[in-house]
């Protein structure tokens, strides 16, 4: 019985090592090589500082990517993680991060915008709290090119970052 599992378990072992990513055929005597989806994040993120514990209030922020309009609307503090997403945004292509749900709201915050495999050219952002501007942009976001697994070894990213600071709330 042992001899007639142990073929399918090779075979089992052998399929399994081939699904995971492409590999690229071996040139020069180089040995294979599996290629992961991991480390590539694609497109533009714009970090907000403060990056941890942000004042409570509705935050608005308008963005106008290549000339483009799109609105993102939430409140801190967040609401409770298994409810979902505290920010929506009238465009798919972006999204708004947030921190801390199971925290105490003074720990909770908007802490990035994500525009995910997009690479807008030109982005104005203003953010507001309550009605009131606390941080205001125009990027020209640079993106380098990025490959994790080595050069021939698909994915191929492209990314750009750039940091938002927020004012603080009057008083603090």
Avoid: W
């Amino acid at each position: 019985m042992t001899l007639r599992l142990a073929p399918l378990l090779v075979l089992a072992l052998v399929g399994c090592a081939r699904s995971g990513g492409e590999t690229p055929p071996p040139t020069g005597g180089e040995a294979p090589r599996a290629c992961t989806e991991i480390g590539c994040m694609d497109g533009l993120r714009i970090a907000l500082e403060p990056s941890g514990g942000m004042p409570a209030g509705a935050y608005v922020i308008d963005l106008e990517i290549d000339g483009a309009p799109t609105r993102c609307e939430g409140n801190l503090p967040l609401k409770p993680c298994e409810e979902g997403s505290s920010v929506t945004c009238s465009s798919d292509a972006v999204v708004v991060e947030e921190s801390g749900c199971a925290m105490a709201p003074e720990a909770q915050a908007l802490s990035g915008i994500l525009f995910e495999s997009a690479h807008p050219k030109a982005v104005k952002v203003t953010i507001r709290r309550d009605g009131e501007v606390v941080a205001e942009a125009e990027l020209s976001p640079e993106y380098r090119r990025l490959e994790p697994n080595g050069p021939g070894c698909p994915p191929i990213c492209e990314q750009a970052e750039a940091t938002l600071t927020l004012a603080a709330a009057a008083g603090e």
